[in-house]
């Protein structure tokens, strides 16, 4: 019987390193690795000029300073891809694992009493909103080590948040008037979302692509909610030594 046990435990734990050595000597994302790879660093920022809505007799806009403002992304599982091979990205070179990140795209660098300036000339008519640009904040949503090459897409997951007082987009009109509504998907849109573009990754370089979304033309009624379209678009790519 102790025979059998330990012929049993033999096999099972050659059977893990078995698996083992596969996984070790497997390369998962279909791209070879290298000893020198280069940088991939993807930011993420709303259009400056996307920065207002009109609802019947309301304009809704960034311009009014309020810290419940905010319009919440979640972003995950980041690729970029060379044909049929690809290259998972994280969200810092030190992580070694994916996950989910939450970004506020209406978060500006304008300072409150700034904005309650510009608010101040909006109420007023003093200034056309038409010719504003709104500072969104830039943030950097994946920034990984890539292996040198040509890569001609990326992907990741964008959707709302999961936490529910941040899976509604909270606006505010020039009047002070503040409306929280709550988004989803459209049902036939993938939760992933692809970016078709041609670059190219150096050894010991960086490759800096930067995505724009558009907050408020992402937002549309239907029946009596509210979807995420998710406008967005690669704006520039810039090659960093």
């Known amino acids: 019987m102790l025979y059998v046990i330990s012929k049993i435990k033999l096999l099972f734990w050659l059977a893990v390193l078995s698996l083992i050595s596969i996984s070790c000597n497997t390369n998962v994302t279909g791209v070879d690795d290298s000893p020198s790879p280069g940088t991939v660093r ?77 608010a101040g000339k909006l109420d007023s008519s003093k200034v056309n909103i038409n010719t504003l640009l709104a500072d969104y904040t830039e943030y950097t949503i994946f920034e990984s080590f890539v292996p040198p090459g040509n890569y001609d897409k990326i992907r990741f997951g964008v959707n709302v948040p999961t936490d529910l007082t941040k899976s509604r987009v909270t606006l505010i009109s020039i009047k002070g008037k503040v409306t929280p509504i709550p988004l989803e998907l459209p049902p036939d849109e993938d939760i992933l979302k692809e970016f078709l573009v041609d670059f190219k990754v150096e050894e010991n370089k960086t490759t800096q692509i930067n995505i724009i979304i558009n907050p408020f033309k992402s937002i549309s009624r239907y029946k009596d909610s509210y979807r995420f379209s998710r406008v967005m678009e690669v704006n520039s790519v810039e090659y960093i030594k």
Do not use: C, H, W
């Not at 304009?59 to 044909?83: E, H």
């Open 42 to 118: 993807i930011t993420l920022r709303a259009n400056p000029s996307d920065n207002y809505v009109v609802e019947r007799t309301d304009t809704f806009s960034v311009f009014t300073p309020n810290t419940s403002l905010g319009f919440y992304v979640n972003i995950f599982q980041g690729s970029v891809f060379a044909k049929d091979k690809f290259a998972i990205l994280y969200t810092t070179p030190k992580s070694y694992m994916q996950e989910d990140s939450v970004y506020n795209i209406f978060k500006q660098n304008t300072s409150q009493a700034d904005l309650k300036i510009i």
